[in-house]
């Protein structure tokens, strides 16, 4: 039976960038993502490129920024306080922080600066811009 939007699946995947970097996989996790088709767990052009797939189906797509998470936006920096953070915290540029929005949304939020007394922070998503590459298996769908 092809997957469709109300299915749960389990699926194996490769993410990688254009470079062939590998940003997200299911190996790494040790075990393939389960998740309900249609519940927003992942991107929804991910799920529509699975939508008619089969078990066992293997399936190479990729996704355009705007399909993705967003174009990057310049200016999308901000400067935190440094003693806003948590003081054993040892802080990077480089280094994802994960801040917690007053509306309970969680993002990730790259370190771009750090000077005596402020961190300057890049609020666009870490793969903002990218293509993304998927090589996904249909391990299961239970319907």
């Given amino acids: 039976m092809p997957l469709e939007k109300g299915d749960k699946v389990k699926i ?9 970097t590998v940003f997200d996989s299911t190996e790494k ?3 393939p993502l389960e998740f309900e088709v249609g519940s ?3 991107l929804e052009s991910f799920e529509n490129e699975i939508i008619g797939m089969e078990e066992g189906d293997e399936k190479e797509f990729k996704l ?10 310049e200016g999308l920096t901000k400067e935190l306080p440094k003693d806003q953070l948590p003081p054993d915290l040892e802080i990077e540029v480089g280094m994802i922080l994960v801040m917690n929005l007053p509306d309970g ?3 990730a939020a790259k370190i771009v600066e750090i000077t005596d007394d402020v961190v300057k922070i890049d609020l666009n998503h870490p793969l903002a811009g990218k293509e993304l590459n998927f090589k996904v298996k249909i391990v299961e769908i239970i319907t």
């Fill in 105 to 107: 949304v969680q993002i």
């Fill in 64 to 73: 355009s920024p705007q399909d993705a998470y967003g174009e990057y936006t």
């Fill in 29 to 31: 996790a040790g075990e």
């Fill in 40 to 42: 927003k767990i992942v």
């Fill in 12 to 20: 194996e995947y490769v993410g990688t960038l254009e470079d062939g």
